[in-house]
Every structure is written in structure tokens, then in C-alpha cells.
């Protein structure tokens, strides 16, 4: 995120603004298209964590199997996709409205350079959950910390020379690359393999037998993803719709800003799932597991509560000022109360992530993804009322609304969850 306040101002001056909207969209994208991941790269690290629960021999055979499977089918789907893209490009050509017939021309011939990056952003989530399940967090974010900020410095970088947007995409291309290389020889070291010998595992190990609980639980983590980005947006159009565009704007940008908020709790999460995954494969054979499991996740949510009402209480006092200083004082006054509505409201969503990571590490993602197509009918019929009556704090006020019972049903399902596994170990 730091690297990318410093190179807009940069790339803007470098390639001016229209071509820097363009690549803003292409980062967007690319980055969105990594929903395509059917939710296997959580479907991995939970199956690693799992397998190595179990230990003995065959516990890196069926890393590999299950790796290899993945790794195959997104290759696969994503190079379909990619060649689809194409087509679509060259038949009908780019999507945007620009200013002139020669820039048309530059970014679809950047588009088609950016297109096989899908390929190795869907085998990079695969390689990413297996280090994931194999504890290997320090090793992965040592990588992923320069090949994030590479992938916005590697079109700087271009901009010195060019401002042609196909070096722009070129270069992300070639970061990805570099990036699926060095994950891979990642993955080799944790499976105790050389990199050839893991090559060649990896090329002859496919089983389409493991495939199917893979999608199984990767089917409803997608659902999951589906149905959440519509959650999250959908309150923009309406307002645009029963408001103003102006109006978006006014809730828009404290949205994007207060939505960053669940980052710290969602870095937990991350190692919470390999972990409470070990656990939940071997909790009915052994209760001292299961008390462990139910412990860490107690702890878990009350040491994310300290740290969401620290967060928060600093926050709130602070958002009248910081936004008379960010956006001056006539955006301050018309939305301090809406940004400090969504604190609250992002402070739950935070909280919720702890029992959600903990369902789906249980193999409970069906529950949770379930839970959240219920949503979407019920939260659509509360936005759109407070926001006839309460303009955009109503939007504010409904997100809050659906976040407490978001979380409170997680909850829910958790201690249920608790209390069926409470059962089965005295069974």
C-alpha cells in the first residue's frame, strides 16, 4: 500500500491519467480474477494442515497428489480462460472508451500481454495455501512483500522509458513469473525435495480421486466469494440509484478506507486456518484437540476484541480531523458520521472472520456459504429502506445491521459446531 501512494502521483505524471485509469482497472482485474481459484487454495491449505496432522509416509504423497490435482485443473481452466479473453479482445476490442484510435490499439495489445498472468495468478494461490498448510509463513511473506510492490514498480519502471501500457503489463507478467518460480522452489523445500525431483513428482502425481473433496470444500468457499463482493458493493448502486452520484462519493471513499480495517484480524486468521485444521482432523480421537481447538479460538476472538476497541476508540476520535485534513471541511461535515458508523460496522466484520475461519478449517464451508446467499435478499430489502428514509448514514446503519448478525450467526454455528464435537469425543 505504501508503494502505491508513492507511484501514482509518478505514474500519473509519467503516462498522464488516462493510461494510469487503464492500468488501475488491469490491477484490479487481474487481482479479482483470483476468485476463479474455485476456492481451492484454502480447499490446499486445509488438506495439507490435515495431512500433516496425520504424519507417517504417506503424508507427503498425498501433499503431492493433491498439489499436482490443483495445480493441473487451474493451470488448465486458466490458460481456457485466457485464450477465451483473447478472442474476445481481438474480435471485439477493448472495453473502454478512449481518447484516441492509436491509444485504443495500445491497450488491447496491453491487454493481451496481461492476459497470461492469469495462468500464474491461479497456480500462485495454489502453491500459496499448500505453505500455508505447511506452516511456512515467514518463507512466503518474505516473497510476497517484494512481488507485491514489484508488480506496481515493475510499470514505473517502464514509465522511465515508455508510457506504452504493454511494458506496463509485460512487466507484471514477468514479476508473476519470477513469483510462481520461487513459490515452487518453496514448496519443494518444504516437501524435503530437490527442484527437479519436485517437477517431476509434481507432473506425474495427479489423482482425480482427491479432486472431488477438493471441490466439494472449495465449491462453497467460491460461493462465499460470489456472493461477497455483492455484498459489499451493492450499496453504491443503490445510492447512486435512490440518491446521487455526488452521494456515492460521500460514502464511497470513508467505505474504501474503513474496509481496510479487518487486515489485522485477517492476518491471524491466516495462520488460525492450517492450525485449527490439524486440530479439527484428529479432535474425535483426541479430546486434550479438542479443548485446545475450542481454547484457541476463545482467545482468538477476545484478543481481537482488545485490539478492534483500541483500533476503534482511537479511530473514532480521530476521523472528524483527519478528514477535514484529507478531504477539507464541507466532505468532513457530511460524512464523519457515516465514516464512524462504518468503524463500528468493520470492527464486527473483523471479529466475524475468527468463527468463519474457524467453520471453514472445521470443513463447515457449505454453513458459512449458505449463510451468506441468505443474506444478500434480506440485506438488500434493509439498504434500500434506510436509505429512503436516512439518506447514506442508512447505508451506513444497514451494513452495521447486517454485520451484527453476520456475526452473531457465526457464532452461533461455531458453539453448535463445539457442542456436536463436544458429543462425538465423549461418544
Given amino acids: 500500500m505504501g508503494v502505491a501512494l508513492a507511484a501514482v502521483p509518478f505514474l500519473l505524471h509519467r503516462i498522464g491519467q488516462e493510461r494510469l485509469g487503464v492500468l488501475s482497472l488491469i490491477w484490479v482485474v487481474v487481482g479479482y480474477f483470483s476468485f476463479l481459484d474455485m476456492g481451492l487454495g484454502r480447499a490446499v491449505t486445509v488438506a495439507v494442515a490435515s495431512s500433516r496432522a496425520e504424519g507417517g509416509s504417506s503424508s507427503r504423497v498425498h501433499e503431492l497428489r493433491v498439489l499436482a490435482t490443483v495445480s493441473s485443473l487451474l493451470v488448465g481452466l486458466g490458460t481456457a480462460i485466457s485464450l477465451l479473453l483473447s478472442l474476445g479482445i481481438i474480435t471485439w476490442d477493448e472495453p473502454f472508451h478512449l481518447s484516441s484510435p492509436q491509444l485504443s490499439q495500445e491497450v488491447a495489445q496491453a491487454l493481451l500481454w496481461m492476459l497470461p498472468s492469469l495462468p500464474l495468478l491461479l497456480l500462485s494461490s495454489t502453491l500459496r495455501g499448500h505453505l500455508e498448510g505447511a506452516g511456512a509463513f515467514r518463507a512466503l511473506n518474505l516473497l510476497r512483500i517484494p512481488t507485491g510492490a514489484l508488480l506496481i514498480l515493475g510499470p514505473c519502471l517502464t514509465a522511465l522509458y515508455t508510457p506504452d501500457l504493454s511494458w506496463a503489463c509485460i512487466s507484471i507478467g514477468v514479476v508473476r513469473l519470477v513469483q510462481v518460480v520461487a513459490l515452487l522452489s518453496l514448496v519443494a523445500k518444504a516437501v524435503d525435495l530437490n527442484f527437479g525431483a519436485f517437477l517431476t513428482s509434481l507432473m506425474r502425481s495427479h489423482s482425480a480421486a482427491s479432486l472431488r473433496p477438493l471441490l466439494s470444500f472449495g465449491g462453497w468457499v467460491t460461493l462465499s466469494n460470489i456472493v461477497g463482493p455483492v455484498i459489499v458493493y451493492v450499496d453504491r448502486f443503490v445510492i447512486s440509484a435512490l440518491l446521487s452520484a455526488s452521494a456515492v462519493t460521500l460514502y464511497a471513499v470513508p467505505f474504501d478506507v474503513v474496509s481496510r480495517l479487518p487486515i489485522l484480524i485477517a492476518s491471524l486468521c491466516s495462520v488460525l486456518l492450517p492450525e485449527l485444521a490439524r486440530m479439527s482432523h ?15 479460538v476463545s482467545r482468538s476472538s477476545g484478543f481481537s476484541a482488545g485490539l478492534m476497541v483500541a483500533v476503534l ?104 459446531h463445539t457442542d456436536r464435537m463436544s458429543v462425538g469425543i465423549k461418544d
Fill in 313 to 416: 476508540a482511537f479511530a473514532w476520535v480521530l476521523t472528524p480531523w483527519a478528514l477535514r485534513v484529507w478531504m477539507g471541511p464541507e466532505f468532513a461535515e457530511q460524512s464523519t458520521h457515516v465514516t464512524q458508523i462504518l468503524l463500528l460496522a468493520f470492527g464486527i466484520n473483523a471479529l466475524a472472520q475468527i468463527p468463519f475461519t474457524a467453520l471453514q478449517a472445521c470443513g463447515r464451508a457449505r454453513s458459512v456459504a449458505l449463510l451468506h446467499v441468505g443474506e444478500l435478499l434480506p440485506y438488500g430489502i434493509v439498504l434500500m429502506g434506510s436509505i429512503s428514509y436516512f439518506g447514506i448514514e442508512g447505508a451506513a446503519w444497514a451494513w452495521l445491521f447486517r454485520g451484527a448478525v453476520d456475526y452473531a450467526v457465526l457464532a452461533w454455528l461455531w458453539a453448535r
Fill in 282 to 296: 484428529n479432535v474425535v480421537m483426541n479430546q486434550r484437540d479438542g479443548q485446545v481447538l475450542r481454547r484457541l
